[in-house]
Structure formats: C-alpha cells, structure tokens
C-alpha cells in the first residue's frame, strides 16, 4: 500500500524569518490523522531568512537529524558542540536525558533551506549526543546511500532506532530499485524535484507513506531530484 502525503496539504507556519511547512503534527499544527508513522515523528521543511534562527530551546527523548539542501545552518548546543551544517552533511542530534540547543542561518545575505527530522529513540533516557558527517553528491547520485542507520554501518550516522535512512538523488530518466524486507514500513520524502515512485508522480515536499510493497521502482522526473527513503520497524 502506498499512501501519498501531499506536500499543499502540510501544516505550515509563516514568520518574518521562517516559512515552514510540517509532514505531522507540529507546534499550533496539530492534526490527529498526521501523527507521525511507525518511528518519524516530525518532518519539518524549513526555509529560513538571513541571521534568522531558533534561539536556545530544550528536547528530551528525541533522535533529531538534519539534512541542509541550500545554504549554512550554524549549531550550538549544551554538549559544548558547535558547527556549520551545510548541504552534503547529516547532521544527528540525540536529545536523550536531555539537551539545549540553538539553530541560526550561518549567513547574513542569504536563505538556508532544510528538512529536520524527528524519530523516537528506541529507548528513552540515553546518553545526550551529537554526530555530523558529509555524504559527496555523487555517492547519492543515481543511487541511495546510506547515511543513517541503528549501527552506523557503511559510515553512516548512528540513530538509536532501528531505522534505515537513505539519500538519492536521481536526475531525469535515472531509476532505481528498492526491496524492503517483509514487515517494514517505509517512507520516502521527496526533497526537491520530481520523482514517479510505482507509476505515482511525487513532487517537491510530498512524502508517501509505504507497506506490503514487495519492490519500490524510483524514476526521476526533474534534473534535480532528490529524496530520503526511511525504512523502519513497522
């Protein structure tokens, strides 16, 4: 089964410094049909303005993963961490015990554009931490790479749950296939572009939500397409 989510029925928010559009339930968005699906809880895409940001909040209990498609995202938090996130990096924040941090647009003239993501940790009160690393363009290109996972295999970020995050970027007429293993539950969200996904078209900011489906047949329908598959304990 394959439930589309499409990307003009979100929930937004609209700031004099953020536009943002929300997959579930988030903040004043609240709706009980969008909750979350299997471990994601929340993708945000966010576009921010110049020297805009989120001043210094807390989370608890929470696997916190970002993923910068335009511009530098700067990060500070109570672990002492700070560092830009630019696009190519995967960023993966374990809220855990609890943590504090802030998130502020790197650049003074221009936007920076990104999705955060939310999923349960698969157990609460762990260790606060934080990881970052940067996946080339072409290790996405044409393919998905691998760059989250429960146990960091293939030099991926480590998220503590058992979910596989890929990120492909897939030009006009590329394809590529996909098999989950029986009993999963997968979600691709299409970052930019335009991909067809089992003969349905996704567009920018779409996500659709997938069981019981033996292969999943990606096709790139834009010159910049570029998506993230989840695949998670259903």
Known sequence: M?????????????????????SFSFGSYQDPAHMGFASLRVINEDKIAPSGGFPTHG???????TYVL????????????GSIIRPGDVQRMSAGTGIRHSEYNASSDAPVHLLQIWL??????IEPGYEQKHFAPEQMQGQ?????SRDGRDGSITIHQDVSLYAAKL????SLDYSPSEGRALWLQVARGSVELNGQLLTAGDGAAITEVEQLHLTGQSDEGELLLFDMAA
């Open 70 to 81: 335009e511009g530098s995202l700067e990060h500070k938090d109570s672990l002492g961490t």
């Open 120 to 125: 349960l940790p698969e157990a609460g009160g």
């Open 59 to 65: 989370h608890q209990d929470m696997e916190i993963v």
């Open 144 to 148: 998905l790479r691998l760059v989250g």
């Open 171 to 174: 030009s006009r007429g590329e």
């Open 2 to 22: 394959i439930t589309i989510r499409a990307a003009k029925d979100r929930g937004t928010v609209n700031l004099n410094w953020l536009q943002g559009s929300h």
